[in-house]
C-alpha cells in the first residue's frame, strides 16, 4: 500500500538490486521502489508473511506520503511516529491506548491508508521522489 501511495510510474522503476533472499519476482520491483525511496532498508530477510505491528504499519504507510517523523533528540522513534500521527489526525486515541507493539489489522490499516489520503488530498500531498 505504501509503495502504490507513492504513484511511481513504471518506466521509474529501477531493476531489482535488493538483497532480500524471500521474495518472489512479482514482489521484485515493489520492493525497489521501496528502497529507492526509503520505505523500507535492504537487509536479507524481508519476511513478507510476518506480521506487523501498530508502528510499523503506521511508520511504513506515513512514509508513502512523505509524513516522516523526526525524533527529537533524546525522544524514540515510537514517541514521534505517534506525536506526527496524531498531530495531522491520523489517529485520535491517546499513546496510553496507542499499543505500538501490538500485531495491526487489515482494518486499522485500511483506516490509516484512507487518512492518509484525506491528509494528502487536504495537504497538497508531497512529491515522493524526494522524500527520504
Request: proline share 8%; hydrophobic share 40%.
Amino acid at each position: 500500500m505504501a509503495v502504490s501511495m507513492l504513484r511511481v510510474p513504471l518506466d521509474e522503476v529501477r531493476e531489482y538490486r535488493g538483497g532480500f533472499q524471500d521474495i518472489t519476482e512479482p514482489m521484485k520491483p515493489l520492493m525497489q521502489v521501496a528502497l529507492d525511496r526509503g520505505l523500507i532498508i535492504n537487509t536479507p530477510l524481508f519476511e513478507p508473511t510476518k506480521p506487523i505491528t501498530r508502528i510499523e504499519a503506521y511508520t511504513l504507510l506515513m512514509k508513502g506520503v512523505c509524513l516522516v517523523p523526526q525524533p527529537l533528540p533524546n525522544q524514540n522513534w515510537t514517541q514521534a511516529v505517534y506525536d506526527i500521527a496524531h498531530k495531522n489526525g491520523i489517529t485520535n486515541i491517546t499513546l496510553s491506548r496507542f499499543k505500538p507493539s501490538q500485531i495491526i489489522t487489515k482494518k486499522e490499516a485500511f483506516v490509516i491508508v484512507s487518512k492518509l489520503a484525506d491528509w494528502a488530498d487536504t495537504t497538497g500531498g508531497c512529491r515522493p521522489q524526494v522524500c527520504q
